[in-house]
């Protein structure tokens, strides 16, 4: 199944801002909006947003989502060291009934 | 709490057969959607599948359909995956997660080897 496509990784300064992208097409990202996961090495992944910035509650406002036609981005304000992590865009595809996923941006904070 | 507590990985053949579960705590089991995603070691995440609240109703990757099966048992807050037919490829931790992948389990490594 195709999947979403996600820089590999982005570097960006300590209290910098990074914007991570998350391209797919009519289908999935531009039917539904895309579910923003985080993963630090070694746990299982955490949820940040769901369905364009719809934030669980105790995830920091620094992290926000949005989209704009096929293409979803998450922000993130402030950088902090323990930002440091892979982050992954999925979506739901409505043509092939099935979750999609991005192959994953390491983001490293200098 | 809510929690996800997977079993059943661990070292299999090709060809052969593994079933996975998962047990939910701290919420109504049964009003959620369900889902199985995996993680080969050092790639990405990977859906797997999904199954309705009721169980009727259930969804598959391309690589996994028509060798793997997703259950519920509501009874007992808990998911299920049947694994037949494992390949290689298959090998990785597998994750439950609920609905919109609000809550994880911790994982269980699944390795396909000869």
């Known amino acids: 199944q195709a999947g979403l496509t996600q820089p590999p990784s982005v570097s960006k300064g300590l209290r910098q801002t990074a914007t991570l992208t998350c391209t797919g097409n009519?289908?999935?990202?531009?039917?539904?909006?895309a579910t923003w996961l985080q993963q630090h090495q070694g746990h299982p992944p955490k949820l940040l947003s769901h369905?364009?910035?719809n934030r669980p509650s105790g995830i920091s406002e620094r992290f926000s989502a949005s989209r704009s036609g096929n293409t979803a981005s998450l922000t993130i304000t402030g950088l902090q060291p323990e930002d440091e992590a892979d982050y992954y865009c999925?979506?739901?595809?409505?043509?092939?009934?099935?979750?999609?996923f991005g192959g994953g941006t390491k983001l490293t904070v200098l | 709490e809510v929690q996800l507590v997977e079993s059943g990985g661990g070292l299999v053949q090709p060809g052969g057969s593994l079933r996975l579960s998962c047990t939910a705590s701290?919420?109504?089991?049964?009003?959620?959607?369900m889902k199985w995603v995996r993680q080969a070691p050092g790639k990405g995440l990977e859906w797997v599948s999904d199954?309705?609240?009721?169980?009727?109703?259930?969804f598959y990757a391309d690589s996994v359909k028509g060798r793997f099966t997703i259950s519920r048992d509501n009874a007992k807050s808990s998911l299920f995956l049947q694994m037949n037919s494992l390949k290689d490829e298959d090998t990785a931790v597998y994750f439950c997660?609920?609905?919109?992948?609000?809550?994880w389990g911790q994982g269980t490594l699944v390795t396909v080897s000869s």
């Open positions: 997660a609920r609905d919109l992948y609000t809550v």
């Open positions: 701290g919420f109504t089991f049964s009003d959620y959607i």
């Open positions: 199954i309705s609240g009721s169980g009727s109703t259930t």
């Open positions: 009519n289908n999935n990202v531009g039917y539904q909006g």
């Open positions: 369905r364009n910035n």
């Open positions: 999925s979506a739901w595809d409505s043509s092939l009934s099935a979750w999609v």
